[in-house]
C-alpha cells in the first residue's frame, strides 16, 4: 500500500493555475478560467484524500468529469478512465480492479448539455485506504481498444501523459490563443489528447457533447471562436452530409485525424479544401500503448503523400523489423510516450516499466520522400470508428455464450458467423453494446458451418465476404421485424421501417426523431443513405424532424420562408461598399470612406484565410491569392489600353506602380490606386512573414504581432516617420487593425482595438463624415458576426461581394459616358459588366486548372 502522497502529479494538471484568467472551458452558456478550474480541482483532490487511492472515473464531456480527471491527475491517484454511456464497461471494469473510489456524472443531462454541466459529479467511496500497492510511476489506466471486452489495460506514467501532451502541442503549433471543440470523449485516449495537449499550453477547451451533425455544434463554434477540432475516418463522411467545406468557419486553424486510415482521396480532398480556406489537415497515428500520438503528417505533405502516417512525433522514432516471409516489416516506435507495460489484474499496479518500446502490429515501409507508410496489420485487430477491436477477443465472448463463431472486419464494420439458427440482430445489438460500437457497424450472420480452408483452418476472407451480401431481414422474437406491414414506397412507414432497421428500435411514434431514438453518428450515415434513396431530397435538419414530417420535409413543396435572414456581416460590407464606390463616382450619392473600409476587411480577411500553414507552403498560398488580385487586374488594363486611348493608362499601371512612383495630381492612372496599395501591403506583409523568426513570432503571438503592425502603421498616419513611399493617404494601420480584430479572442481585447480605431480616425482626412463612414463599417465588422437582410437579397449581396474586385476594376471605362444623363443606369452598368467580368473570369481559372 503507498500511505501518502509523496510524489507530484502530471504536471499539466497540477499547474493550471500558471495560465492566469485565461479561459480554460467554454461552453455554450459559461466560461471558466484557468485560475477558477484550478481552485475546483484542488478542491475535488482534496474529496479524493491525501492518500493514494485508485479511482474508477465514469467521464463524459461536462466541466464535472473534467475536473476530476484533472484532481487525480494533479494529486498522485491512479485513475482508469471509462465512458460514461457504458454501464456494462464500468461494471467490468469496477469487477475486474476493485477500485477505491469511483466518480459519475453528478446529473442526468439531455444531450448536447453535458458541457454546460457545472455541478461536481457524484464520489462513491469504496473504502478509505486502499488494498492495492502502486508504482511510483503509475498515473492513468486506459482500455487498450476503448470498450472491446479486452481485459487489458495500459499503464501510463506521468511522464507518459507529460511528454506525449508536449509532443502533440508542438507539432500542432498551439499557443495560448486557440480553442479546441470537443469533438471525441474525453475516455477516448484520442479525445483525452486533445484536453491534455491544450491544457498544457494554455489554451480554451470548447466543451461539448454535441455532433458535428447538429447545427447547434457549429454555432457554438462559431460563437467561441474555435480554432480545432478532432475527427476520425467517419466524422468525415458526417462533415460531407452537412456541407461543411460550404460553412465559414473565420478561426479554423487546423482539423487533425486519427482512430483508423482515412481514404486517400479524402485525406487530398480535405487537405486541398483547408489550404484554399487557410487551416491545415493534420493526419496522425497512434495507438493507447503509446499514450496517444506516434506519428503525423506535416500538411504540406498531405495532398502528395495522403497515404502516409508521415514522420514520428518529437521526441519519439521508428524501426521496421522484418517480418520472415513477408516483404514489409513491422513497425517498432520508442520515445518518452510509450506506456509501462499492460495491467490484466490489480497486482499489475505495482509494476515498473515492463515496455521499452512499442510493436504496433501494423506492417509499414518508408518511402522516397522518408515518410512512414502503414500497409497492413501483423494481428488480427480492426478499428471501427477510433476503437481499436481485437477479433479473438470478440470471438471469445461468442464462445463465452456457447456459440461456435468467427470474426472479421475491416475498419468499417466488425462481421461475425455463427453456427446454427440464432437470432443474429440480438447477438448482433449485444455486440454492439458490450464493444461500444454503433449498432450499424456490427453484422452477425448465422451459416450452418463456418467457412474452412482445405488446410482445416478458419476461412477469415469467406467471413469477412459475408457482410458484403444483403443482410436478409432476421424476425424478431414476436414475428416479422417492427411488426410493420409492407408498404409503398415512400409513404411514412417506410421512414419508420428505416429507423427501426438502422437503431434496432420497434416502437417509433409518429413524434419520434432520429436524435430522439438515440441515432449516433455511424447509425446517422446509414439512416441517411437510405432515407435519402426512398425519399430522395433530405433536408439537412432530417435527423431532428419527427416521422410524420419527414416526409413532408424531404419532398419540394410551397413553405413559408423567413422575410429576413442573417448574412455574414463582412460579406455584406463588401457589397455594400462596392455600389457606393461606384455610385459615388457616379456622382449619384456622395459617400466616401468604404474604400478604407475594406482596406480594413482585407486584413480581417488575411488574418483569417492567409495565416495558416507551414512558412513556405503558406507563402506558396498567399503569392497564388495576390496573382488572383494582379492578373485580371493587369489584363483588364492592358486590354483598355490596346483597344482605347480614351483613358491615359500608362505602362507604371500595367505593374501596378503608379501610387508609388507615377505623377502625384488625380489622373486616370489613379483609378487602380486602391487595388495597388492593397498589393503593395498584401506583398510587405508576405516578405516580412516568409522571414523564419518573424513567422515563429507571429505564431506565438497571434494578436500582438498585428498590433505591433498598427502601431508602426500609425506613425506613418501621423507623419512621424519623417518619409512617404506612397502618394496616398498611409492604410497599413487600417490593414492590421482588421488583422488583429480577426485575431481579438475576448471583449477587452476587441474594445481596446476599437478604441484605437475611434481615436487615431479623427483627422485622418478631415471630412468627420468620411472618418465615422470608417469607423462603423470596422465596428459593425468587430462587434457584430451577422447582419439580417432580407432573405430574396442573399444570392444578389453574395454575387456582389463576390465580384466586387472585378467590378472596380472595370466601372472606370463604363460609367463616364453616361453617368451625366443615366447615372442610376451608370451604377447598375457597371455592376452587371463587373459581375459579368468575374463570371468570364471564374469559368476560365476553372479551364485552366482542369488541363
Not at 463465452?400 to 461475425?416: E, F, H, N, P, S
Request: hydrophobic residues 50%; proline residues 6%; charged residues 20%.
Amino acid at each position: 500500500m503507498t500511505p501518502s502522497l509523496e510524489l507530484a502529479g502530471v504536471a499539466l494538471a497540477a499547474d493550471l493555475a500558471r495560465h492566469g484568467d485565461r479561459p480554460a472551458i467554454l461552453t455554450g452558456g459559461s466560461v471558466l478560467s484557468y485560475q477558477e478550474l484550478a481552485g475546483r480541482v484542488d478542491a475535488f483532490a482534496a474529496r479524493l484524500g491525501t492518500a493514494r487511492r485508485l479511482v474508477v472515473l465514469a467521464a463524459d464531456n461536462s466541466v464535472g468529469s473534467l475536473v476530476a480527471y484533472l484532481a487525480a491527475l494533479a494529486s498522485g491517484h491512479p485513475l482508469i478512465l471509462a465512458p460514461a454511456g457504458n454501464d456494462a464497461a464500468v461494471a467490468s471494469l469496477v469487477a475486474a480492479y476493485d477500485p477505491d473510489v469511483i466518480v459519475r456524472p453528478g446529473t442526468a443531462r439531455t444531450p448536447g448539455t453535458a458541457g454546460d454541466a457545472w455541478g461536481e459529479p457524484a464520489l462513491e467511496e469504496v473504502r478509505p485506504v486502499t488494498n492495492h500497492t502502486f508504482h511510483p510511476d503509475l498515473a492513468l489506466l486506459l482500455s487498450t481498444s476503448g470498450s472491446t471486452g479486452s481485459p487489458k489495460l495500459v499503464r501510463l506514467s506521468r511522464e507518459n501523459v507529460q511528454s506525449n501532451a508536449e509532443a502533440i502541442a508542438t507539432y500542432l503549433d498551439i499557443s495560448a490563443d486557440d480553442r479546441a471543440a470537443t469533438t471525441l470523449p474525453m475516455s477516448y485516449c484520442y479525445g483525452l489528447s486533445v484536453i491534455n495537449s491544450h491544457l498544457l499550453r494554455g489554451a480554451g477547451i470548447v466543451l461539448t457533447d454535441l455532433s458535428v451533425v447538429d447545427p447547434c455544434f457549429w454555432q457554438l463554434f462559431r460563437n467561441r471562436h474555435a480554432t480545432s477540432f478532432a475527427a476520425v475516418p467517419y466524422t468525415f463522411e458526417l462533415l460531407d452530409r452537412v456541407g461543411f467545406t460550404d460553412m465559414d468557419l473565420p478561426d479554423l486553424r487546423y482539423v487533425t485525424q486519427a482512430g483508423g486510415r482515412l481514404e486517400p482521396g479524402t485525406v487530398t480532398r480535405y487537405a486541398e479544401h483547408g489550404r484554399s480556406r487557410g487551416w491545415e489537415l493534420f493526419v496522425m497515428y497512434g495507438q493507447t500503448e503509446a499514450t496517444a500520438r506516434m506519428a503525423y503528417l506535416p500538411p504540406h505533405l498531405a495532398a502528395a503523400h495522403p497515404g502516409a502516417i508521415g514522420v514520428p512525433v518529437p521526441g519519439g522514432s521508428f524501426r521496421i523489423e522484418a517480418v520472415p516471409g513477408l516483404d514489409d516489416g513491422e513497425l517498432v516506435y520508442s520515445g518518452p510516450n510509450v506506456m509501462l507495460g499492460y495491467a490484466e489484474t490489480p497486482a499489475d499496479f505495482a509494476a515498473g516499466r515492463t515496455v521499452t518500446e512499442l510493436r504496433t502490429g501494423d506492417l509499414a515501409r518508408r518511402n522516397a520522400a522518408g515518410l512512414y507508410e502503414v500497409v497492413g496489420r501483423r494481428s488480427r485487430f480492426v478499428k471501427i470508428v477510433g476503437l481499436r477491436i481485437d477479433l479473438g477477443q470478440v470471438e471469445k465472448m461468442l464462445h463465452g455464450m456457447g456459440l461456435q463463431a468467427a470474426c472479421a472486419g475491416t475498419d468499417r464494420k466488425l462481421v461475425a458467423a455463427v453456427e446454427g439458427s440464432h437470432d443474429t440482430r440480438l447477438l448482433a445489438k449485444m455486440l454492439a453494446q458490450d464493444l461500444g460500437l454503433p449498432r450499424a457497424a456490427v453484422e452477425v450472420h448465422a451459416v450452418g458451418e463456418l467457412p474452412r480452408l482445405g488446410t482445416g483452418k478458419t476461412d477469415y476472407p469467406a467471413v469477412l465476404a459475408l457482410g458484403a451480401e444483403p443482410c436478409p431481414t432476421e424476425p424478431a422474437a414476436g414475428g416479422a421485424a417492427g411488426g410493420a406491414a409492407p408498404t409503398t414506397p415512400g409513404a411514412p412507414e417506410d421512414v419508420r421501417r428505416i429507423f427501426a432497421e438502422t437503431l434496432e428500435i420497434e416502437d417509433i411514434s409518429d413524434g419520434d426523431t432520429f436524435v430522439s431514438l438515440g441515432g449516433d453518428s455511424l447509425s446517422y450515415v446509414a439512416a441517411s443513405v437510405r432515407l435519402e434513396k426512398a425519399l430522395g431530397h433530405l433536408a439537412p435538419d432530417w435527423h431532428v424532424t419527427p416521422v410524420r414530417d419527414l416526409q413532408a420535409r424531404a419532398r419540394p413543396r410551397r413553405s413559408r420562408r423567413r422575410i429576413f435572414a442573417p448574412l455574414e456581416t463582412s460579406i455584406v460590407l463588401r457589397a455594400v461598399a462596392i455600389v457606393v464606390i461606384v455610385s459615388t463616382h457616379v456622382d449619384l450619392i456622395r459617400w466616401p470612406g468604404t474604400a478604407h473600409v475594406l482596406m480594413a476587411l482585407a486584413g480581417y480577411n488575411f488574418a483569417r484565410f492567409q495565416l495558416g500553414g507551414e512558412r513556405l507552403p503558406r507563402l506558396r498560398r498567399q503569392l497564388v491569392s495576390v496573382a488572383r488580385i494582379v492578373v485580371p487586374t493587369v489584363v483588364f488594363i492592358g486590354a483598355v489600353m490596346l483597344l482605347t486611348d480614351k483613358f491615359h493608362y500608362t505602362p507604371l499601371n500595367l505593374v501596378l506602380l503608379n501610387t508609388m512612383i507615377g505623377p502625384a495630381g488625380w489622373t486616370d492612372a489613379w483609378h487602380f490606386w486602391f487595388v495597388e496599395v492593397l498589393v503593395y501591403v498584401l506583398l510587405g506583409m508576405m516578405a516580412l512573414l516568409a522571414i523564419p523568426w518573424v513567422h515563429r513570432t507571429e505564431r506565438r503571438f497571434p494578436l500582438a504581432f498585428p498590433v505591433a503592425l498598427i502601431g508602426a502603421g500609425l506613425l506613418a498616419r501621423y507623419g512621424l516617420l519623417g518619409f512617404d513611399i506612397l502618394h496616398t493617404r498611409p492604410v497599413l494601420w487600417l490593414f492590421a487593425l482588421g488583422w488583429a480584430f480577426a485575431r481579438a479572442r475576448t471583449v477587452p481585447q476587441r474594445l481596446a482595438l476599437s478604441a484605437i480605431a475611434a481615436v487615431a480616425l479623427p483627422g485622418y482626412f478631415g471630412d468627420p463624415w468620411r472618418e465615422a463612414t470608417i469607423l462603423a463599417g470596422i465596428l459593425l465588422l468587430a462587434w457584430v458576426p451577422a447582419l439580417p437582410l432580407p432573405a430574396i437579397l442573399h444570392r444578389v449581396v453574395g454575387l456582389l461581394a463576390s465580384a466586387s474586385l472585378y467590378v472596380y476594376v472595370t466601372h472606370w471605362v463604363v460609367f463616364p459616358d453616361l453617368k451625366d444623363n443615366y447615372p442610376v443606369l451608370a451604377v447598375a452598368l457597371s455592376l452587371a459588366v463587373g459581375v459579368a467580368y468575374w463570371a468570364v473570369w471564374q469559368r476560365l481559372m476553372g479551364r485552366i486548372k482542369r488541363y
